[in-house]
């Protein structure tokens, strides 16, 4: 349960197993400290190697992604072993059966697996990298899934961008409960919930929301709850922007400051000026209005997403 004594619903998440620390890598040795441990028992895993998968072997030479007339493949470097079909396939099978999930956190840089800055050279020998993008894996996953979180390693070891994922795929498990059993009354209190979640990332996005369930009388639940969907996804892929998050705070801090003491109310605005130059974490912020809203009592900003955006082990 979250600090609200509410149920806590668990993302299903595809994950690189390296991450997990398992000594899967090309050269078998284990990440250090993997960077989500502390998420494991709140999130279901579905775990993947696809180097393994290709049966490779650990050590193996190491692969890479080449550009070769205006073409992607991926290639053994020693051998010139063209891998790229077997990847395809393998990825192809993959994600057919793979069923509902809520994100992904996949291994930075890997030729199979980096989502956004893999090193693509100009032959399998080469050391000139020609550009940045994805694996091979990785990309077909990215054209799957284009509206759904992706993270790495290196960006969960950002506050912001380790905020924005959990958030991100807690909304989504949590909306993946509702649609199993859809209500309106259901969907209008998630709703509810993530309001200042919602606002904190895109406001129009949220404006458009609230119309779509204004007028819920003119179509049906499920036309509306597919459309809701799809603009709760398009929505929590907007990258945080501070001046939209701390306008979230604000408006929730609207519910407190005539109940605090001058001093609290300074106090809190010194914070937020502090997370705008970049001297205080959302972490930090996020908890000291928490304290504030849990003193005042206020029932509707109980179990607020952006007060209990998920549970407290995974800010890190």
């Given amino acids: ?7 806590v619903v668990r993302p299903r998440l595809v994950v690189s197993r ?8 090309y050269n078998g040795v284990p990440i250090p ?5 502390e998420a494991i028992p709140w999130i279901e895993i579905v775990e993947v190697c696809p180097e393994l998968e290709l049966e490779l072997g650990v050590p193996r030479p190491e692969i890479r992604v080449i550009l070769v007339g205006g073409q992607r493949y991926l290639v053994q470097a020693k051998t010139g072993r063209d891998l790229t079909q077997a990847m395809i396939q393998f990825a192809n099978r993959f994600l057919e059966k793979l069923g509902v999930v809520d994100g992904f956190i996949l291994k930075a840089r890997s030729p199979s697996c980096g989502v956004w800055d893999t090193k693509i050279m100009d032959g399998p020998l080469s050391n000139n990298v020609v550009a940045l993008g994805p694996g091979m894996f ?17 960006k969960l070891r950002d506050p912001i961008s380790r905020w924005h994922f959990f958030s991100a795929v807690f909304a989504l498990a949590k909306l993946r409960e509702v649609s199993a059993t859809p209500s309106m009354e259901r969907l209008q209190l998630f709703h509810a919930q993530h309001k200042y979640l919602f606002m904190g990332l895109d406001q129009e996005g949220l404006l458009m929301l609230g119309k779509l369930l204004a007028n819920h009388d003119r179509r049906s639940e499920s ?19 501070k001046a939209k998050l701390i306008n979230a705070f604000m408006h929730v801090f609207g519910y407190v400051s005539d109940q605090i003491s ?3 109310r300074s106090d809190f605005l010194r914070r937020l000026d502090g997370f705008r130059e970049g001297q205080l974490t959302i972490k930090e912020l996020t908890l000291g ?12 900003l109980k179990g607020q997403a952006l007060l209990y955006p998920f549970p407290d082990a995974l800010w890190g």
Avoid: H, N, W
């Fill in 33 to 37: 400290g993997p960077p989500f441990t």
């Fill in 262 to 264: 001058a001093f609290e």
């Fill in 18 to 25: 390296c991450l997990k620390g398992e000594p899967c890598r």
């Fill in 1 to 7: 349960m979250d600090p609200t004594g509410q149920t």
């Fill in 138 to 154: 990785a990309k077909m996953v990215l054209s799957r899934f284009p509206d759904l979180p992706f993270v790495d390693e290196i």
């Fill in 223 to 241: 036309e509306i709850l597919g459309q809701y969907i799809l603009t709760v996804r398009r929505l929590l892929k907007q990258l945080p922007r």
């Fill in 289 to 300: 209005l928490r304290v504030l809203v849990e003193r005042c009592g206020i029932p509707y």
